[in-house]
């Protein structure tokens, strides 16, 4: 029983930690993406100015 609940636990903290690393890359790419869109815009305003 000891080896079971060992087990289980183990199991546990597992899916954990894969939730844990899924959430985080998700964190990431939504990071990455709003990193890029402001980069853009802002080259966008850059390129406008030097234009003007």
């Known amino acids: 029983a000891k080896c079971y609940a060992a087990a289980t636990n183990a199991s546990s903290i597992r899916t954990a930690a894969t939730a844990a690393a ?5 964190a990431v790419a939504t990071a990455t993406s709003a990193n890029t869109t402001s980069g853009t815009a802002a080259a966008a305003a850059a390129a406008n100015y030097i234009r003007t």
Do not use: C
């Open 22 to 26: 899924s959430s985080t890359s998700t």
